[in-house]
């Protein structure tokens, strides 16, 4: 961030003119940053757990029925309808095991798209420089 002097308001007082730059190469994650921000993010976090469930009947129970019912369903249609062997594991936990993380990821994805298309306008406000230099 570099800063200059243009001038001087009717006070005396100097007026300042930033410019942001971006950094040449690419950052890693500032954890001293996030901790400084930890409440910023606890409050972003709590907003979107409260507006998912709050609407539901059975609230943050429902974030475990879910995939207890897609766990009895796969047993059910995998294991004893196409007999699908689990290496001797027992059919509910091989399946329940791999459902969790699969709904991780595709929430994590989903989540993340909606957030950008939701806030659209955050992003528009930001100043992205244009490439001048021609190929």
């Known amino acids: ?22 950094s040449k190469k690419w950052q890693m994650l500032d954890f001293k ?10 409050f972003f976090v709590l907003r979107d757990f409260t507006v998912q469930f709050k609407q539901t009947i059975l609230g ?3 974030a475990i029925i879910n995939p207890v019912f897609q766990m009895v369903i796969f047993s059910f249609i995998f294991g004893k309808l196409a007999e699908i062997s689990s290496d001797g ?12 993380p699969f709904n991780y990821f595709s929430q994590s994805l ?14 528009s406000k930001v100043y992205f420089p244009q490439n001048t230099h021609s190929n």
């Open 110 to 123: 989903s989540g993340a798209s909606g957030s950008l298309v939701g806030n659209a306008s955050l992003l």
């Open 1 to 22: 961030m570099k800063s200059e002097t243009v001038g001087r308001i009717s006070d005396g007082k100097p007026l300042v003119k930033l410019r942001i730059e971006a």
């Open 60 to 62: 943050l129970l429902w």
């Open 89 to 100: 594991i027992p059919y509910p936990v091989f399946s329940f095991s791999a459902i969790l």
């Open 33 to 42: 940053e996030l901790i400084y921000y930890k409440d910023l993010l606890y």
